[in-house]
């Protein structure tokens, strides 16, 4: 009855056993494991400094040392106390005491390092933007220990909504269509009515002067550009074909321009030196650009926004359809180029310098 009792009782008469203990190399995991927290964690007590960020506008170029040095005498001519200074071999960050420092050295540095372009007469060019400057001792950054990124949440940043110009985008393609269709044309000696654009929207209109003609043509065009869907009519009171493209190519050329746009927007967010940054697709025709960490949202809009189109023509002889041809100034004098490109910027998958 008693142990019956007992055990309804919870009572052990039994040896006494020691509860949660664990063998020596365990704890010494456990004190291991925690160590690296802490190490790995140390970053994130030490603050960032306020600090003004110099680079080249040439994104191959090296920041010049004078120039950090003329900006750092710029700054103590000012009144604004510098800290430190940090050279990279992509940007200069010059360390200042304050927040207000920092946005009145700013200006400050701008205008004497666009003095001195002036005054050495040559084509040296420097992007002046304020970031902040990490203070994690150099131990931790040997280890690969870094503060905490924060996102636009916690640290502030600018968001970027873009819109792709993808009527643009189309309309290029369409327009290098129709001059392939020209010359396609041409070589098969089948005569057309010329115009100077047959391009509608998504649509070409070629007009003939026979409908024996336009049927050939309809037969040559099919085969070469399937993804236009090709019906005879009338096209200024004469026989004709309407070329429209359909909807499954229209995306595809969507989608090739979004993921241009993509590629050249994640390279432009490399100069600025965010920590992960946000570069994805929005719906069909935007991309949004999270940028954590960046004060000033104008240098940024002015680095996303700096593009360049690439586009190979030939120079077109003086007896060249004034139809084909397109007129640019170079260095102060007026060159006809054909309409007709040899290739584009949407070809080419890969580009370096080199002798």
């Not at 002889?317 to 007026?334: L, W």
Request: proline letters at 5%.
């Amino acid at each position: 009855m008693s142990t019956l009792t007992e055990r309804l009782l919870g009572i052990s008469t039994g040896p006494a056993r020691q509860v949660n203990t664990f063998s020596l190399p365990t704890y010494l995991l456990i004190l291991a494991v925690v160590a690296i927290g802490v190490i790995y964690a140390l970053p994130n007590l030490y603050q960032p400094d306020y600090a003004i960020q110099i680079r080249s506008e040439a994104a191959d170029e090296a920041v010049d040392v004078e120039a950090v040095d003329v900006a750092v005498a710029a700054l103590e001519e000012a009144g604004i106390e510098v800290i430190g200074r940090d050279i990279s071999q992509r940007h200069a960050l010059i360390r200042v005491s304050s927040s207000q420092g920092q946005l009145s050295g700013r200006d400050v540095v701008m205008a004497r390092l666009s003095a001195l372009a002036e005054e050495r007469a040559d084509d040296s060019r420097y992007v002046v933007a304020l970031n902040m400057a990490p203070t994690t001792p150099r131990w931790l950054q040997n280890l690969g220990a870094r503060p905490l990124s924060l996102g636009l949440d916690l640290s502030g940043g600018v968001h970027f909504m873009l819109e792709v110009d993808m009527p643009r985008a189309i309309n290029d393609r369409m327009t290098a269509a129709e001059q392939t269709i020209r010359s396609m044309l041409r070589d098969a000696r089948l005569r057309y009515v010329p115009g100077e654009d047959w391009v509608d929207g998504t649509r070409i209109n070629v007009a003939f002067y026979d409908s024996d003609v336009r049927d050939q043509a309809r037969s040559l065009i099919a085969d070469a550009f399937p993804e236009f869907n090709i019906v005879p009519r009338d096209v200024s009171g004469r026989p004709g074909l309407w070329l429209t493209m359909d909807e499954d190519a229209v995306r595809e050329i969507e989608d090739h321009a979004i993921d241009q746009n993509l590629v050249s927007l994640r390279n432009r967010v490399n100069e600025l030196g965010v920590s992960e940054p946000l570069v994805q697709r929005a719906g069909r025709a935007r991309i949004v650009v999270d940028l954590p960490g960046v004060q000033d949202s104008a240098d940024a809009k002015r680095i996303l926004d700096r593009f360049a189109t690439l586009d190979f023509r030939l120079v077109a002889p003086p007896d060249t359809s004034p139809a084909d041809i397109e007129t640019f100034t170079y260095e102060g004098r007026d060159v006809r180029l054909f309409r007709e490109s040899i290739v584009t910027g949407e070809r080419v998958t890969n580009a370096q310098q080199d002798y």
